[in-house]
């Protein structure tokens, strides 16, 4: 199984980027996906979740109503649009899919996922 994320780059606060993370060896049909960041120094943390067979989908606190997760099972990709960034937003953004549902309570949990992605870099001025 390989993912691999693309469209990080860097952007001035206020600014959007979308994120894409396609699968390999792995089906976006009915398994939960998530993109996780990690600041400098930060452990890592859940940004958002999908569960690419009922399109459910799980936001952070922080992020709810500027990012939007989304799939497109016929292309095996999961996307993060995010608007509205802030500085704060810098990190390094990991895309994870897992092999099993642990319930909405536990989206945001990394132990929870299988497969990682080698990541990709955002930076907010």
């Known amino acids: 199984v390989q993912l691999v994320e693309s469209g990080g780059g860097s952007v001035q606060a206020g600014g959007s980027l979308r994120l894409s993370c396609v699968a390999s060896g792995y089906t976006y049909s009915s398994y939960p996906v998530a993109w996780f960041r990690q600041r400098p120094g930060q452990v890592r943390e859940g940004v958002a979740a999908?569960?690419?067979?009922?399109?459910?989908?799980y936001y952070s606190d922080s992020e709810k109503g500027r990012f939007t997760i989304s799939q497109d099972n016929a292309a095996n990709v999961v996307f993060l649009q995010m608007n509205s960034l802030e500085p704060e937003g810098t990190a390094m953004y990991y895309c994870?899919?897992?092999?099993?549902?642990?319930?909405?309570?536990?989206?945001?949990?990394?132990?929870?996922?299988?497969?990682w992605g080698q990541g990709t870099q955002v930076t907010v001025s």
């Open positions: 994870a899919a897992g092999l099993k549902w642990y319930g909405s309570r536990w989206w945001s949990e990394s132990r929870n996922f299988d497969y």
């Open positions: 999908i569960h690419t067979g009922s399109g459910a989908a």
